[in-house]
């Protein structure tokens, strides 16, 4: 269903094509690439590869996006944060890759979002003069990426009354003013995996949910199917890692030292329901910042922290207690009326797989991706961040394509836009409602098209929960309220709307499992 150039096959995600796939599978039959991992990296590996014309087969333990693709800021990054600490090159191929996703991947997933630092007296003019110089910087990045002022508008000073009409909770007590920068914003991070594991499909790759690789060598794998226990082997000409933090499973040379990232969920009218992103540096830091995030369903989120996360890795990071207080007092410093406890209706964790290095504190070790190859063959894409994802993937499957001596075709993903891709500037011609265009795109009108049904919480339609199901590889309950609408993030959303997911599974026709 791209709009831009049509795929080959249907990328529909669903319980029967998945029945049917997994019976191919054990068939036999050839494979090229077997992906292990169905966050972003393994969803673009998958679609880099399916578009080459290799038979691809992506297998998650879970479900898409289950991870730590799920938890980020909800960001697509220009690369700005690492010119402070010297990653030039990191900050470059962030604005590109974030130009890409702008303008021709994802245009309907992203937004650009003008990011607002408040300037108190005393020490203002320099604080003003230090923010703004590294806008500066980043909309060079911006330039050289060649991202169009109508997309990322120019940064600049603002006035004290521009600042509180953007920012309506903003404390303005001694405010002076402000900086505004830009940067792109993701709807969802998680509808981002979902895309482009559906367009992946829509390739010809078999993407299979609720599927464990057990063990991997380089040319093949033990697999078990989580619904009915059934293990088969499979054989593949290259098998890739591509499993984030827990990357060392599969190949004992990787060493991933986590960082855990913690975000606040909050009512959005407790921050004026403003639609920029509210900074506060990190006292004490030169290149942290605590910030909001516009989110749907009328929420905000908060954060973020970046700290140590030892030991082996949980299937789901938690907020901890300390975290939340740190996130409260940071923000707090430039609300008019702080934040507490009793503001925080939900929060969310996720480990960031950096490459372990030498360095005091996480936010200092590099963001940069490796592509790794084991004793055993296993390929392994590591580190790097979600903006990036394009070029990771492009990597890890050159490396595949070098150590197996595949023959494919040129990488195509700098070109090829996501299921429900249309030009930002053409949104409006949608035929369905603003707010399904805003979430699906292109996709919008058959969604509204589906039939009718219980509502979620939110506003959330029946229509898209049968979407999830019909379409987006939702198998259970959770996948539709946790990865495909994001409900399950406050408690309250969630116990809300089971009842209404249960019953889109009832209209596709299928059980949850």
Known sequence: MTVWGRTPHSTALTAARRARELDELAAGGDIDVLVIGGGITGAGIALDAASRGLRTVLVEKHDLAYGTSRFSSKLVHGGLRYLATGQFAIAQESALERHLLMTRIAPHLTRPLAQIVPLYAPGHLARGVYIGTGYALGDLLRLTAGTSRRILPDPGPISARTVMRLAPAVRRDRLRGGVRGWDGQLLDDARLVVAVARTAAGYGARVLTRLEAVSAVGDGAVLRDAVTGAELAVRARAVVNATGVWAGRFDDG???????????????????????SLTAPVPGSSSRFVFSVPAPHRRAYIGLTDVPAPGAPPEVAAATDAEVDELLDVFGGVLQEPLRRSDVIGAFAGLRPLLAGHADQPSDLSRRHAVLTSSSGVVSVVGGKLTTFRRMAEDGVDAAIRHA??????????????????????????????????????????????????????????????WAVRVEGALGIDDVLDRRTRLGLVSADRDASRSAAASAFERAGVSPI
């Open 254 to 276: 990787v060493h991933v030292q986590p960082s855990r990232g913690t975000h606040l969920v909050v009512d959005a009218a407790r921050l004026g329901l403003a639609d920029v």
């Open 405 to 466: 001596g595949l023959v494919a075709g040129e990488c195509r993903t700098r070109v090829l836009p996501l299921v429900g891709a249309w030009p930002r500037e053409r949104l409006a011609e949608v035929a369905a409602p603003s707010r399904l265009v805003r979430r699906y795109g292109a996709e919008a009108a058959f969604v509204a098209g589906l039939g009718a049904g219980p509502a979620a919480a939110c506003g959330v339609t029946a229509q898209e929960l049968e």
